[in-house]
């Protein structure tokens, strides 16, 4: 495999270039282009312009970049939810427009942004909508990925720790047993036609990684990492310890059969791309 070329040599595929506005495209811009991309790209309410963000980190594949995370937080109940930005009102190009933003994550000295979501038509969604109603629990979905899920939950239900008290031991027959234990679900859905995909993990690791990294300190809780799991390459949802993911290595990753992209949940890195702007609403 060539160094330009993140294909697995043994899918057969071959690269092509992708002519996606915030894609592969764009995902290599400098300083200086990605200025100019900003600003031919803003739109009313919508932000977009080059951003920076923490994502699980992609290893393989066509992929341009990671997925990006979704701080995680436990209610008083022990339900996950992912955590969504203050909403306050700014000025861009003269108009008065409403975004969701934290400065200083809890003292991260990361920004979080609704920005870091825009990508593969997610800016389109209700979800991703600055004042959207929503209570951010992630629930279970219509179609879980992992068979634990199926047994445990109907559709809609949210997320519970309790759930993933065998996460240790936990294994789907793909790869290393006992290395987390995973959930697939949706994140400020109900109620709209769209549906934003989110994985959870649950594992030992991500507490050992969260010891000494501000930002995972302040994004992950208990052991548990989210993300928005849509593939950066031709958005198709990915999973953790996929089945055919042994054939490319990928066994004890988050892999994506679509195209063969492989990331590591245990690998958290800053990204940084061109989030499309939200459409005038």
């Known amino acids: 495999m060539s160094e330009n070329d993140k294909y697995p040599a043994e899918s057969g595929r071959r690269r092509f270039v992708k002519g996606v506005v915030g894609g592969a495209a764009l995902a290599g811009v400098g300083a200086t282009g990605a200025a100019a991309i900003n600003s031919a790209t ?12 923490y994502a699980i980190e992609n290893t393989d594949g066509p992929a341009p970049r990671g997925m990006p995370q979704i701080p995680v937080e436990i ?105 987390g234990k995973p959930a697939t679900g ?49 958005c198709c949802v990915p999973k953790y310890k996929n089945e055919g993911s042994a054939k490319f290595n990928a066994e004890d990753d988050v892999y994506c059969q679509c195209h063969q992209s492989v990331y590591d949940p245990f690998s958290i890195v800053e990204t940084l791309f061109i989030a499309r702007p939200r459409p005038e609403e």
């Open 42 to 53: 803003q739109a009313s309410g919508a932000g977009g312009g080059s951003t920076q963000a």
């Open 75 to 179: 209610d008083d109940e022990g339900y996950l939810k992912g955590v969504w930005p203050d909403v306050k009102t700014v000025d861009q190009g003269g108009i008065q427009v409403q975004i969701a933003e934290i400065e200083d994550f809890k003292g991260s000295g990361v920004t979080y942004s609704q920005e870091w979501f825009q990508f593969c038509g997610v800016e389109s969604y209700a979800g991703l909508g600055p004042e959207f109603d929503s209570e951010n629990y992630f629930r279970s979905g219509a179609a879980p990925g992992y068979e634990w899920q199926s047994e445990a939950y109907s559709e809609g239900d949210r997320l519970h720790v309790d759930d993933f008290s065998d996460y240790q031991d936990w294994s789907n027959g793909v790869g290393t047993p006992g290395l």
């Open 186 to 234: 949706r994140w400020r859905s109900e109620e709209a036609e769209d549906v934003i995909p989110i994985q959870v993990i649950k594992s030992d690791r991500i507490t050992e990684m969260a010891q000494n990294d501000p930002w995972l300190e302040a994004s992950t809780q208990d052991g548990f990492i989210a993300w928005l799991n849509k593939c950066t390459h031709f």
